[in-house]
């Protein structure tokens, strides 16, 4: 694993945690925002980038690894915990851990987490469509990958949301094997739901587009495990897709949460 830090080591520490095949690099657009006024980590998965010494572990064994971490930073508070897409299971995951370690956390946002837990065959299925996905673009440029079949149909038709997101994973796709892609879907089907307080659950958000079937699949669920936490729906974005298009206010909901502001009254639909 490389954690990748940015902005000043005594502003406020938000953690950034990339979604599947993805890394730090795929958030570029977000921390580049973000570091004017704290300290960002933001990390890079085993087996996400060219040198990594062995292939993704699991949504605990790299939980560990951040927590490892900041344990050699001697850090002991952490302003904000973000995720996108699988990086919202882990950021459920690390949140358990940082508690377990003593490490107080202000708030965490989560964008398109899957959330399930589904039956073995399912993660089989997933790594495959993984394998393909990233197979396709293998040795691909940007606006070959804009074109890719996979990436149009993904996103709804408006493949330039994902441009900040689609640059590196080309870069990358030829580092990532199959092991990792299928631990990988592994780690997005098999959730478990750990218990958080109510009172962090009020500093808890979950972001989604209403159509995306992550957000179709899980919500129910979801819901009744954090029945507290803020819940804010977009419609027409497609999966993780509002801040190819709204990144200015998308990275100041991201600033207020890290100060410990809430976003909201009640769940926000936009």
């Known amino acids: 694993m490389r954690i990748h830090t940015y902005g000043e080591k005594d502003a406020p520490a938000v953690i ?16 580049s925002r973000l570091e004017r006024g704290f300290h960002i980590l933001a990390v890079d998965y085993n087996g996400q980038y060219a040198g990594s010494e062995k292939p993704f572990t699991s949504r605990r064994g790299e939980a ?6 900041l344990r050699e930073l001697s850090m002991t508070s952490v302003a904000l915990v973000y995720g996108q ?82 640059g590196p994973i080309c870069q990358n796709a030829a580092y990532m094997s199959d092991e990792t892609l299928e631990r990988e879907a ?3 089907v098999t959730f478990d739901f750990p218990a958080i307080d109510r009172d962090f659950q009020k500093r808890l958000t979950f972001f989604y587009s209403k159509e995306e079937s992550a957000w179709r699949f899980c919500h129910r669920k979801l819901k009744k495990a954090y029945p507290y936490a803020q819940y804010m729906l977009v419609s027409g974005y497609g999966h993780v897709g509002y801040p190819g298009e709204h990144l200015e206010e998308y990275c100041a909901w991201l600033s207020a949460a890290a100060r410990g502001e809430k976003l909201f009254e009640e769940e926000k639909q936009l």
């Open 64 to 69: 560990e690894e951040v927590i490892r971490c």
């Open 16 to 31: 950034m945690l990339p979604g599947s095949f993805c890394n730090a690099d795929t958030m570029a657009n977000i921390i």
């Open 85 to 166: 897409s699988m990086g919202g299971e882990m950021g459920l995951e690390l949140l358990s851990q940082l508690k377990k370690n003593g490490i107080e956390v202000g708030a965490a946002f989560f964008d398109g987490g899957p959330f399930l837990h589904l039956p073995k065959f399912v993660s089989t299925v997933l790594g495959n469509k993984f394998k393909t996905i990233v197979g396709n673009l293998r040795g691909k440029t940007l606006d070959e990958a804009l074109r890719e079949p996979t990436i149009v149909k993904f996103s709804g038709g408006k493949p330039e949301r994902y441009s900040n997101m689609l």
């Open 186 to 188: 592994d780690a997005c």
